[in-house]
Nanobody, 115 residues
């Protein structure tokens, strides 16, 4: 059974930074692609960033150059460092783990960018 527990969301002013963390449990974690998605009110859930077990990363165009994703395989934890945040980054951010054809999701953490 895979469990994902997110932390680190909150309220930040435009131009500020936040770091999200996602701690994963389960025997398949190190074999999986992990990442972050977000969903703003009235919008579909969208990809933010992913990272493979080997460290290869992928980012949405809207966050490239501002966000970085990393993982600590020893701790089964993935991080999302968000810099130069914009109001349009406001959303619920979800941790995701993909293993074969199955997606696992965290409970979500709210990120609000507002002055």
């Amino acid at each position: 059974q895979v469990q994902l527990v997110e932390s680190g969301g909150g309220l930040v002013q435009p131009g500020g930074s936040l770091r999200l963390s996602c701690a994963a449990s389960g025997s398949i974690v190190r074999l999986s692609v992990m990442g972050w998605y977000r969903q703003a009110p009235g919008k579909q859930r969208e990809l933010v960033a992913t990272i493979t077990g080997g460290g290869s990363t992928n980012f949405a165009d809207s966050v490239t150059g501002r966000f970085t994703v990393s993982r600590d395989n020893a701790k089964n934890t993935v991080y999302l460092q968000m810099n130069n945040l914009k109001p349009e980054d406001t959303a619920v951010y979800y941790c995701n783990l993909k293993f074969l054809a199955t997606d696992y999701w965290g409970q979500g953490t709210q990120v609000t960018v507002s002055s």
